[in-house]
């Protein structure tokens, strides 16, 4: 049963069981980010912070793309009402919020991309956890094309460590695109798929993997793949992936996660 997250605008949430469903939702304007759309995305991340309910999020875009990356139209509009940098230098703070409440928070986050994902799509594309591409997908680092630098919202931490150096150079250097294609040969993203109309079940066996693993296992996974990921010394990187062990073997009894295992259930959500 899907339960729908209504107080919203520009985006549509709906609950299904501890999966939601993320929707941006301006399909008019290619799902580009407007101060609504910002403060949105801003309010959902931040309550995620403290929503157990829920495990996963995926995310994905209404109509014919992803997200087309800052809305041109409303930022020469002279509306624009977001918190901007002191100095008055064009620069948005709460967007840099929504990256690293995407980071911080416990549940795994699997982008669906077809389209356009550019510019600030982009980033939250490259934020997530994983990612699932259509052919149709189209990505691209537009900054360095509106006569800024390429280094942007994260950009320069996310890219070189997906697709390596030489690849992130390129396409920071030159806004061109990647496409779905290339995104799964790089390591951009982890599937592709051949039509928009596929991406929706594929990332259902997506989830179903997911929550097949225990609550606090799934969090501990995410988050050592953040801490443990700047550590040069295997042997503090193996303590430190032990005391996880540790932790999430107290949290559920092991011996009980074994028994499920063993009877072809996976585990059994009793805590986390």
């Known amino acids: ?33 407007d101060d609504t759309l910002v403060r949105e995305l801003w309010t959902y991340f931040d309550r995620l912070q403290t929503d157990r309910g829920c495990r996963v999020v995926v995310m994905r ?20 009402s977001l918190p901007v940098d ?22 795994i986050i699997v982008s669906l991309v077809h389209g356009a994902a550019c510019g600030g799509g982009f980033n939250l594309v490259l934020a997530s956890d994983l990612r699932i591409a259509a052919r149709s997908a189209r990505m691209n680092v537009a900054f360095v094309k509106l ?13 070189p460590r997906m697709v390596g150096d030489t690849v992130a150079a390129e396409l920071m250097m030159t806004g061109r695109f990647i496409d779905g294609e290339r995104a799964l040969s790089t390591g951009l993203v982890c599937q592709l798929v051949d039509t928009d109309d ?23 996974t ?18 430190l992936e032990e005391q996880t062990q540790r932790a999430c073997m107290q949290a559920v009894p092991f011996e009980q996660t074994i028994a499920a295992f063993k009877d072809g259930k996976g585990h059994q959500p009793v805590a986390g």
Not at 86 to 107: H, V, W
Not at 147 to 159: H, I, N, P, W
Not at 223 to 236: K, Q, S, W
């Open 147 to 159: 006569g800024l630098s390429g280094c942007e919202l994260g950009t320069s931490y996310f890219l």
């Open 222 to 239: 995410k988050e050592g793949l953040t801490l443990f990921r700047p550590l040069d010394d295997l042997a503090t990187v193996i303590r």
């Open 1 to 33: 049963m899907r339960s729908l997250i209504s107080d919203f605008e520009t985006i549509s949430v709906s609950r299904e069981g501890e999966v939601d469903w993320l929707m941006l939702n301006r399909p008019e304007r290619l799902n580009a980010l």
């Open 61 to 80: 875009g209404a109509g014919r793309g992803f997200c087309a990356g800052l809305d041109l139209a409303w930022y020469g509009s002279g509306e624009v």
């Open 86 to 107: 002191p100095n008055g230098d064009g620069t948005f703070p709460m967007l840099a919020e929504i990256i690293l409440k995407m980071r911080s928070c416990s549940q």
């Open 198 to 220: 596929e991406l929706e079940p594929a990332a259902r066996l997506m989830v179903s993997d997911l929550l097949a693993a225990s609550p606090m296992g799934l969090r501990k």
